[in-house]
């Protein structure tokens, strides 16, 4: 049965199933109505023991599908959020991860067209992110965000954490008015 988190909540993924070695992180979302379309993108950073991404190549997104050694890998970009159920996903092989990866971020963010207004999550609803047990389907846990960063324009959503031998996920949901660039950039991603 998969655990709920509220904000800041985590749980333990490998201290039910020590052999878990590999898992898909789902993200979805539904847009609200106004002027414009909105094109989210989902992202990953993955990050050593200093909080910083181990190489700009550790960097996952549309642009970058997949780090060098294939441990985490972009699914494929769903520009509309239409449909049912996770609207992209990255998957995570704990096998292949460098031995120096304390951690995987995972954000969203809204495309920003240059010129244009800001595109914010206030026009975002039911917005989630889900660990799903790559081997059996199971959805281990899941987070549902709330309205909290109405005025940002890209969301840390959650991480994946290496602590004490075990992988744990905790439920972030810290927003950014900077998007992807700010996130990327406090990460250490040369952009």
Not at 61 to 86: I, L, M
Not at 169 to 190: E, P, T
Request: proline letters at 3%; hydrophobic letters at 35%.
């Amino acid at each position: 049965m998969a655990v709920n988190l509220s904000k800041g909540g985590n749980v333990s993924l490998t201290r039910e199933d020590p052999g878990l070695a590999s898992v898909i992180v789902g993200l979805g979302w539904k847009v609200g109505s106004g002027p414009g379309d909105l094109d989210l993108d989902a992202s990953a950073l993955v990050l050593g023991g200093d909080g910083r991404v181990l190489s700009d190549a550790h960097f996952v997104f549309f642009n970058n599908r997949a780090t060098p050694e294939n441990s985490v890998r972009h699914t494929g970009d769903n520009k509309t959020g239409q449909g049912e159920g996770d609207d992209e996903q990255i998957a995570v092989d704990f096998t292949l991860l460098p031995a120096s990866a304390e951690s995987v971020v995972f954000l969203v963010s809204i495309h920003q067209e240059d010129g244009a207004a800001p595109k914010t999550f206030g026009r975002v609803r039911d917005a989630y992110v889900r660990v799903v047990h790559q081997a059996t389907g199971m959805e281990m846990c899941r987070y549902e965000l709330t309205e909290d960063a109405y005025d940002e324009t890209a969301v840390v959503f959650g991480q994946l954490y290496r602590r004490d031998g075990e992988w744990k996920f905790r439920a972030i949901g810290q927003g950014y008015s900077s998007g992807l660039s700010g996130i990327a950039q406090d990460y250490g991603v040369n952009v």
